[in-house]
C-alpha cells in the first residue's frame, strides 16, 4: 500500500445493511420476527413518521459491508483505490484496517466524503465502540475529523449546501453528472440489501467504488472552486486519472463499468 507521506485526502465511501438482529433486540424484543420482516416493519414505521418523505433506517442500526478509499496525492492525483478486508468484507477486520489507516498509517491525511458527517464517519465511529478499537486522535483532537468547519474532514456534501443552508437536491448523482461522470449506473443504496442477501459482494463493492470516484471527482472541483487547482490543472489531473483507470483495469474491474459511462460535460451553452 502507498506510503503515507505521499498522501494527502483520503476519499472515501461506505456502503452499510440494516443491523436486522440489533433492530429485533431494540425494537421488536420478544418477537418472532426474522430479519426481513424486522427491516420492513422498522421501514415502514419510518416512513409513517416521516410523512412519506424516508423509510432510510438511521446509522445507528446499520453496518457497514463495503468501505472504499482513493488515496489522493498532494498534487490530487489518485495513488491507489483500495478495498478494505477484500474480499471477505468482515465488518470487525474492515472497522480495524480504516481506523489504523486514518489514525496511523495516513494519519496527516484529511478525509473526503459526500455526507460523511452524517453517515459514514458516525458509522464508523459506532463501529469503533462496538469493536473496542481505539480512536484517540480523532476522537481527542478537536480539530481532527470530527470538528465540522476544519480542514481534516471536508464532507464535499456539507460545503457544497453552505453547511445544510440549502438542501442538496439530487445529491452526489446530480453532482457527478454536472461534470459528465457517471453518477448512478442502475445500481443504488437501495439495492444493497438485496445484492448482500444474494452474497453479490462484488457489485456492492463496485458500486462503492464508484462512488469513492464519483466524490473524488466532485471534491476535485471544489478544489477548483476555492483556487487550489486551476480549470487546466483540473483537466490534466482528470486525464492523467482517465489514464490511470485505463491501465489498471485488470487490478480493479469496477473501472470498466464507469469509463464507459463517463462522458465530458458541454460546457458551451
Not at 153 to 166: E, F, M, T
Not at 211 to 234: A, I, K, N, P
Amino acid at each position: 500500500m502507498t506510503s503515507g507521506e505521499s498522501i494527502k485526502y483520503i476519499v472515501f465511501d461506505i456502503e452499510s445493511i440494516p443491523d436486522a438482529e440489533l433492530i429485533r433486540q431494540v425494537k421488536y424484543p420478544g418477537m418472532e420476527l426474522d430479519d426481513s420482516d424486522a427491516i420492513v416493519r422498522f421501514q415502514e414505521e419510518i416512513l409513517t413518521n416521516s410523512n412519506g418523505s424516508s423509510y432510510f433506517i438511521p446509522v445507528t442500526f446499520q453496518l457497514p459491508v463495503s468501505i472504499c478509499m482513493a488515496l489522493v496525492r498532494h498534487d490530487y492525483s489518485i495513488a491507489e483505490i483500495t478495498s478494505l478486508d477484500e474480499p471477505e468484507f468482515r465488518i470487525a477486520e474492515m472497522t480495524r484496517l480504516f481506523w489504523d489507516l486514518v489514525e496511523r498509517k495516513y494519519k496527516d491525511a484529511s478525509l473526503v466524503t459526500f455526507n460523511g458527517r452524517g453517515f459514514d464517519v458516525p458509522l464508523m465511529e459506532l463501529m469503533a465502540f462496538r469493536y473496542g478499537y481505539a480512536a484517540s486522535r480523532h476522537f481527542k483532537d478537536k480539530f481532527a475529523g470530527r470538528y465540522r468547519f476544519g480542514t481534516k474532514h471536508i464532507d464535499v456534501h456539507d460545503w457544497l449546501s453552505n453547511y445544510n443552508a440549502v438542501r442538496m437536491q439530487g445529491g452526489l448523482n446530480l453532482l457527478a453528472k454536472v461534470l459528465g461522470k457517471p453518477g448512478k449506473m442502475g445500481t443504488s443504496g437501495d439495492d444493497v440489501y438485496d445484492l448482500y442477501r444474494g452474497s453479490n459482494f462484488d457489485r456492492i463493492n463496485q458500486y462503492c467504488i464508484h462512488d469513492v470516484l464519483d466524490t473524488y471527482f466532485v471534491f476535485l472541483r471544489t478544489r477548483v472552486l476555492v483556487g487550489d487547482v486551476s480549470s487546466e490543472q483540473e483537466k490534466s489531473i482528470i486525464n492523467g486519472t482517465r489514464v490511470w483507470m485505463e491501465d489498471n483495469i485488470e487490478k480493479n474491474p469496477a473501472f470498466i463499468e464507469y469509463l464507459d459511462n463517463w462522458n465530458e460535460p458541454d460546457t458551451v451553452f
